[in-house]
């Protein structure tokens, strides 16, 4: 079973990749995605909102400016741009669950 880290790590990987398929590998079928936005609920949901979402990331230069984990929580605090946009300020909280994210938020100020 992967520790919170490495589920951490594994995610930020796929999302590099601007691939939904590989970044939805890493939830639950059962997660929760909270935005400001909406609540998407299960596999198929999530994956909608990464198909719209990561190709705005292409060549996005992410700056972290915290990650914490604690217990199976981690915490990350970022911001960064790229030609599409510029994130001034995003957090993300992960909850983890057997090797997988169970849930997830998100929150940012994007321009």
Do not use: C, R
């Not at 914490?68 to 981690?74: G, K, P, Q, S, W």
């Not at 960064?80 to 100020?109: C, M, P, R, W």
Request: proline share 4%; glycine share 4%; no cysteine.
């Amino acid at each position: 079973m992967n520790n919170p880290q490495t589920v951490f790590d594994s995610h930020m990987d796929a999302v590099a990749t601007l691939n939904p398929e590989l970044v939805i590998q890493d939830y639950t079928s059962d997660a929760i995605f909270i935005t400001p936005d909406k609540t998407y609920k299960g596999k198929d949901e999530i994956f909608q909102f990464y198909q719209e979402f990561l190709p705005n990331f292409k060549d996005f230069d992410f700056i972290t400016l915290k990650q914490e984990v604690h217990d199976n929580i981690v915490y990350f605090v970022w911001h960064g741009k790229n030609e599409h946009i510029a994130v001034q300020l995003a957090t993300d909280t992960y909850i983890t669950e057997n090797g997988k994210i169970k849930q997830h938020t998100f929150a940012g100020i994007i321009n």
